[in-house]
């Protein structure tokens, strides 16, 4: 499962390279530039990171709570930070309060969202990758 999510962030992240090439060769302003850049690696980063993730848990096999939280936690915080990522370089906004514009309280909530769901479920492969260091 992890390694499908993995793949659509990664191709998200990859597909996210266009607009960062367009903004360099535009000259766009620096913060919008590094927003690009800030997207197209990060979610490069996520996809490869939760497809590592997903090929280790389809090799322990393990159907424990752990398992399912480290699943769905790295799944959802890939998707929210996706969505995060992707509508702050498109929008210009930061997500860095929760209110302002639509555009930058979803940002907000999606970060929210994502960070914390990422962490928990990093939490939950630690968990696993301790019970399977033999």
């Not at 766009?28 to 997207?39: F, I």
């Not at 197209?40 to 399912?68: D, F, Y």
């Amino acid at each position: 499962m992890l390694i499908f999510h993995g793949t659509v962030v990664l191709l998200l992240g990859l597909l996210l390279g266009f607009p960062f090439l367009r903004s360099i060769v535009a000259q766009a302003p620096a913060r919008s530039v590094e927003a690009w850049r800030a997207a197209n690696t990060g979610l490069c980063g996520t996809g490869v990171m939760t497809i590592a993730m997903g090929a280790a848990l389809q090799l322990w096999s393990s159907v424990s709570a752990a398992a399912v939280i480290a699943t769905w936690g790295i799944a959802l915080g890939g998707y929210g930070i996706a969505l995060a990522m992707t509508l702050a370089a498109i929008t210009g906004a930061r997500g860095l309060a929760a209110g302002g514009s639509t555009s930058n309280r979803i940002v907000w909530a999606s970060y929210r969202v994502g960070a914390p769901a990422t962490l928990i479920g990093t939490v939950g492969f630690l968990w696993l990758a301790w019970a399977e260091r033999g």
